[in-house]
Each structure stands twice: as structure tokens, then as C-alpha cells.
């Protein structure tokens, strides 16, 4: 009964080609967000939506395009893969209800590879 | 420009012995923060967090102290046991103007029997 998963845990691809990765939460939650983990373990946050609303893109290239078909899943489609490309993503969820705390529950992540 | 630190990438402490944490922040903005642990392969589980307008949060054997003149925070343990090895993030946001998470690096804690 994972409460964030994510799908792929892992993915290789090669340089120029699209993938997606895929985020559902089981927790009720209205706010997802997608967050990258780069070499250098920097945990950064690139959106956030709520109730299936864009809320916060930071500066991530347009070739990252987050989706979300309903407030259970956040996808994330990213085009042209770079080298640069290469991390663990992590999606995370929270509840935003009156009296809500800013506690996010991430994602076991997906690890991406691009050679 | 890293507005949240952790200055001691890695900390070994033996079994039963106290583990001290700490981060520094450098937004006067952030007031509510938070601790993640973090096993290999694992995503960041929510640990404890505390508000700006407490210096003490506690949490069974975890413990979070918040000095906001220091903008100084620390996360006790106490008694540490080997099943707290893990890496343990520290997190700020200027909750509720933004529900942005800045992280720390993180600091690798290793508790040996």
C-alpha cells in the first residue's frame, strides 16, 4: 500500500529521446510536486500543482512538461533527453486543507540515466 | 546561493549515544522546517518539523531545536540505534506564503554498535 509511487524505479534511454515518468498517491492529497536529485545531492524542487493547477515551475527547461489528469497523479514527460537530464527524480504529495501542515511525502524515486 | 546547510556531510556515533544534527539557514523568511531520512534507493520519509514560533519540538526519541537568532536548527537523537543510519536532510519553506521545500545536502549519519 505504497502511499506516493512512482513507475519506472529505474530508466536508461539514450540522448534525444522522450520518456515519462509517472507519479500516483493513494494519500488524498491535492498538491503534488515533482522535485530532482542531482549528482551533487542537491534535492530542488522544479513544480508543484494543486488540484490538477500549475502552482510553481522553477525555471525547469520547457522540455519538461508536468502533467496532471487528476489530483492523484502527476506525471512528468521530458523531451530531447541531455546528458545533464541524468538524476533521481522524486515526486512528493501533501494536503493543503485549512490548518494543513507543509509536510510532503515523497516517492521512493526514479533514477534516470541518460547515455 | 544555498540558503539551507549542512556543514558535516557525515557523523558516526556509537549505539545508544546521543546524535546531533544541525543545519543553518539564511532566508529570515523560512519559518517552518523540517527533517527527512533517508535510506539508499528510498525516498526522503518525513521525520519531524517544527514551526518558528517554537525553539522545541519532540518526537519520541527525536528532538528538533530552533534558534531563529542563530537561524541555527538541530536535530537530537537520543538514544541513536543502529536502524537511524541513514542520511537525514534538513529542509526550510516560508510556509504558507510558499509550500516551496529549499533542502539541505544532507549529513550521512552512521551508528555503530
Known amino acids: 500500500d505504497t502511499a506516493v509511487s512512482q513507475t519506472p524505479k529505474y530508466l536508461v534511454t539514450q540522448m534525444g529521446n522522450d520518456k515519462s515518468i509517472k507519479c500516483e498517491q493513494n494519500?488524498?492529497?491535492?498538491?503534488m510536486y515533482w522535485y530532482k536529485q542531482d549528482s551533487k545531492k542537491f534535492l530542488k524542487i522544479m513544480f508543484s500543482?494543486?488540484?490538477?493547477?500549475?502552482?510553481i515551475n522553477e525555471t525547469v527547461p520547457n522540455r519538461f512538461s508536468p502533467k496532471s489528469p487528476d489530483k492523484a497523479h502527476l506525471n512528468l514527460h521530458i523531451n530531447s533527453l541531455e546528458l545533464g537530464d541524468s538524476a533521481v527524480y522524486f515526486c512528493?504529495?501533501?494536503?493543503?486543507?485549512?490548518?494543513?501542515?507543509?509536510?510532503?511525502?515523497f516517492g521512493a524515486g526514479t533514477r534516470l540515466s541518460v547515455l | 546561493d544555498q540558503q539551507v546547510k549542512q556543514n558535516s556531510p557525515s557523523l558516526s556515533v556509537q549505539e545508544g549515544r546521543i546524535s546531533i544534527l544541525n543545519c543553518d539557514y539564511t532566508?529570515?523568511?523560512?519559518?517552518?522546517f523540517l527533517w527527512y531520512k533517508k535510506y539508499p534507493a528510498e525516498g526522503p520519509t518525513f521525520l519531524i518539523s517544527?514551526?518558528?514560533?517554537?525553539d522545541k519540538n519532540e518526537d519520541g526519541r527525536f528532538t528538533v531545536f530552533l534558534n531563529k537568532s542563530a537561524k541555527h536548527l538541530s536535530l537530537h537523537i537520543v538514544p541513536s540505534q543502529p536502524g537511524d543510519s541513514a542520511v537525514y536532510f534538513c529542509?526550510?519553506?516560508?510556509?504558507?506564503?510558499?509550500?516551496?521545500?529549499?533542502f539541505g545536502t544532507g549529513t550521512r549519519l552512521q551508528v555503530f554498535p
Open positions: 512528493a504529495s501533501r494536503t493543503s486543507g485549512i490548518g494543513a501542515k507543509n509536510i510532503q511525502y
Open positions: 494519500l488524498g492529497h491535492d498538491t
Open positions: 500543482y494543486n488540484n490538477k493547477e500549475l502552482i
Open positions: 532566508n529570515s523568511m523560512f519559518d517552518y
Open positions: 517544527i514551526s518558528s514560533i517554537k
Open positions: 529542509a526550510a519553506s516560508a510556509f504558507p506564503f510558499t509550500d516551496k521545500l529549499i
